[in-house]
């Protein structure tokens, strides 16, 4: 797996990867720019691209360093051309807990974008393009798409109504599916990049439910393994006769 990323950095000893498709889909971005419109234009893809590094990697921080207040370290971040992932050494528990931990991420992005808004009013087109690609990202997290962070947000209040995470997380994925198909649908007859987002969230939610039916598997040995034991212990006392106080003296 360490072969297709790459370290890049370690604020606050968590390891910022990149996939090699952000550094392909990334570099050739930049070179189709400066083949098309000079090297004004790949400067200005480089600086997009920079604020979308930053914006993500943040947002990313923002969820491992909630989690670390919870007790829960970050292996490490990766940054992909659509997004980032942190990797929690551990599961968060349902409930406040999640919701504090999926909120983190949008909170950062919406924190960012108001502190450059200022500067966006003032008339920098730089900082109007960071409040803008801070505010959509920070906005669109919000969707209640598991596992994008506004579904974590759904899962955990379902689990701690319910009081079953394995039947909120069954709920929420297909509230996102229907979600990502709506988005694919609408990106079809509309054009623009609400195609590829759709195709994005039918994946994610195809490798969760993956992830589910691994877990119900992984539950049912466990229980299977449990009753076994029981039985053995249950067998073994009945083999043994009647407890020894009730023996006749001899």
Do not use: C
Request: aromatic share 8%; no cysteine; proline share 5%.
């Amino acid at each position: 797996m360490e072969n297709n990323r790459s370290s890049l950095l370690r604020p606050f000893g968590i390891p910022i990867r990149l996939h090699s498709s952000f550094l392909l889909l990334g570099g050739g971005y930049i070179l189709w720019q400066a083949l098309s419109g000079g090297a004004s234009a790949a400067a200005s893809a480089l600086l997009l691209g920079g604020m979308l590094f930053g914006s993500v990697a943040l947002h990313e921080l923002g969820h491992a360093l909630t989690a670390r207040a919870f007790g829960l370290r970050t292996r490490d971040i990766t940054l992909y051309p659509f997004g980032g992932v942190a990797a929690l050494e551990g599961e968060p528990k349902p409930g406040r807990q999640e919701a504090l931990i999926a909120l983190a991420g949008p909170a950062v992005n919406l924190v960012l974008a108001a502190i450059a808004l200022p500067f966006a009013l003032s008339g920098s087109a730089l900082a109007l393009s960071f409040v803008g690609l801070n505010a959509i990202m920070g906005v669109f997290n919000l969707l209640p798409a598991f596992p994008m962070d506004g579904g974590r947000v759904l899962r955990s209040w379902m689990a701690r109504r319910s009081g079953d995470p394995l039947q909120a997380t069954e709920r929420a994925l297909g509230i996102s599916r229907w979600l990502s198909w709506g988005m694919l649908a609408i990106g079809v007859f509309q054009g623009g990049s609400l195609v590829l987002v759709g195709l994005a969230l039918l994946w994610m939610n195809r490798q969760e439910r993956r992830r589910l039916e691994m877990q119900r598997l992984e539950m049912q040995r466990r229980a299977q393994v449990r009753a076994r034991r029981e039985t053995k212990v249950v067998a073994h006392d009945h083999w043994q006769g009647p407890p020894m106080w009730s023996h006749p003296a001899v």
